[in-house]
T-cell receptor
Framework: EPEVTQTPSHQVTQMGQEVILRCVPI?????FYWYRQILGQKVEFLVS????????KSEIFDDQFSVERPDGSNFTLKIRSTKLEDSAMYFC??????????????FGPGTRLTVL | AQSVAQPEDQVNVAEGNPLTVKCTYS??????LFWYVQYPNRGLQFLLK??????LVKGSYGFEAEFNKSQTSFHLKKPSALVSDSALYFC???????????FGAGTRLFVKA
């Protein structure tokens, strides 16, 4: 069964450094998403992406964050200058069609980001 | 604003007994409702969803959920629990007009042998 994959599984970085989290969505999916879960808190939506454009973003997704689909398979989340409060589990997800139709979003295993 | 409530942090049930994990929601329009399960060191695995139609939805691993519009609930059920069902369960909702999925806080299910 096709799966969303994410690398690395755990990333440790110093405050102020840039990090790039990588995801490989399911191959025939067209919509891509990032979510995060701070330890002990709810899973929160960050951004959705379709056709090389952001289709929706939350208030969390400020100028420090960016997303990109650099090639036909990868989908990345970049945090330009990490803060302590960016420490969280980051989940990538993908769906075949638009979420507007109720399509299921399939999640990857997550990348645990620790900012020191 | 959209929201999801899972009133129980943990549910304990004996193996072989029926289980229910509760979820209520609030959306402005018609909801798309989902259940996901998370095992240790794994991602969120899709279990089932309600889009429209029959209020009783069947999903993976013998789970089902009942959509109740008047009570704005979408409780997850299974007739006979297994020890391997022990995991963290998330209810989620998406408004028909948006892309983002709103998650509940999660309910830890513990099935005792």
């Amino acid at each position: 069964e096709p799966e969303v994959t994410q690398t690395p599984s755990h990333q440790v970085t110093q405050m102020g450094q840039e990090v790039i989290l990588r995801c490989v969505p399911i191959s025939n999916h067209l919509y891509f998403y990032w979510y995060r879960q701070i330890l002990g808190q709810k899973v929160e939506f960050l951004v959705s992406f379709y056709n090389n454009e952001i289709s929706e973003k939350s208030e969390i997704f400020d100028d420090q964050f960016s997303v990109e689909r650099p090639d036909g398979s990868n989908f990345t989340l970049k945090i330009r200058s990490t803060k302590l409060e960016d420490s969280a589990m980051y989940f990538c997800a993908s769906s075949e069609t638009s979420g507007l139709s109720g399509d299921t979003q399939y999640f990857g295993p997550g990348t645990r980001l620790t900012v020191l | 604003a959209q929201s999801v409530a899972q009133p129980e942090d943990q549910v304990n049930v004996a193996e072989g007994n029926p289980l229910t994990v509760k979820c209520t929601y609030s959306v402005s329009g018609n909801p798309y409702l989902f259940w996901y399960v998370q095992y240790p060191n794994r991602g969120l695995q899709f279990l089932l969803k309600y889009i429209t139609g029959d209020n009783l939805v069947k999903g993976s691993y013998g789970f089902e959920a009942e959509f109740n519009k008047s009570q704005t609930s979408f409780h997850l059920k299974k007739p006979s629990a297994l020890v391997s069902d022990s995991a963290l369960y998330f209810c989620a909702v998406r408004d028909t007009g948006g892309f983002k999925t709103i998650f509940g806080a999660g309910t830890r299910l513990f099935v005792k042998a």
